[in-house]
């Protein structure tokens, strides 16, 4: 089973900066098995990112994917108040089990 | 549009067994390649991928949960079925299911999820 791992833990940030989340995979993730949700508190995970870089739909231009392999990105280009929240990375092997990483709390500096 | 409910008990007692309903509509269980999954997230804590059901009746399961977890499907009802025995107070979660296509490798569309709270 694939374990991932997110980093940092809390991001403390303040609106207009950049944050760059973390998800390491402890074996090689396909491109198109990474997928990226933001939760807010007492909602659902909304998806943001899938196949490591591709935007969902509606989701701002500010959030963007990378990575391969074992290394996958999730930028915010310029944070809006409404982007703090906790970000999951999850991976969807050839079949399942699926993993989804501890999860990055980006919160207000 | 697309939208999944989840219903069940908010209060269950250590051993029982839990039964949860996933009602959707927007799309259909009988359409090639559709799937609902279970997900649960205990409180403060992240997101556990639990079982997944498939349009042609596959069935999936938590490798760590596999023996306590079960997963159905009505079609004509629209309902997705997950039951879990001996429950444990460590299974206090939050419960959701979500959509997925098996040639999209991701949940699109989540319930607002059902907040299990095991306790004597």
């Known amino acids: 089973e694939i374990v991932l791992t997110q980093s940092p833990a809390t991001l403390s940030l303040s609106p207009g900066e950049r944050a760059t989340l973390s998800c390491g995979a402890s074996?090689?993730?396909?491109?198109?098995?990474l997928a990226w949700y933001q939760q807010k508190p007492g909602l659902a995970p909304r998806l943001l990112i899938y196949?490591?870089?591709s935007r969902a739909a509606g989701i701002p231009n500010r959030f963007s994917g990378s990575g391969s392999g074992t290394d996958f990105t999730l930028t915010i280009s310029r944070l809006e108040p409404e982007d703090f929240a906790v970000y999951y990375c999850?991976?969807?092997?050839?079949?399942?089990?699926?993993?989804f990483g501890q999860g990055t709390r980006l919160e207000i500096k | 549009q697309v939208s999944l409910r989840e219903s069940g008990p908010a209060l269950v007692k250590p051993t029982q067994t839990l039964t949860l309903t996933c009602t959707f509509s927007?799309?259909?269980?009988?359409?090639?390649?559709?799937?609902v999954s279970w997900i649960r997230q205990p409180p403060g804590k992240a997101l556990e991928w639990l079982a997944r059901?498939?349009?042609?009746?596959?069935?999936y399961y938590s490798t760590s949960l596999r023996t306590r977890l079960a997963i159905s499907k009505d079609t004509s009802k629209n309902q997705v079925v997950l039951t879990v025995t001996n429950m444990d107070p460590v299974d206090t979660a939050t419960y959701f299911c979500?959509?997925?296509?098996?040639?999209?490798?991701?949940?699109?569309?989540w319930g607002q999820g059902t907040l299990v709270t095991v306790s004597s």
């Open positions: 979500a959509r997925m296509s098996a040639s999209r490798n991701y949940f699109d569309y």
């Open positions: 927007g799309f259909s269980l009988s359409t090639s390649g559709m799937c």
């Open positions: 059901i498939d349009w042609d009746d596959d069935k």
């Open positions: 074996q090689s993730v396909r491109s198109s098995h």
């Open positions: 196949d490591a870089s």
């Open positions: 999850q991976q969807f092997g050839a079949s399942p089990p699926y993993t």
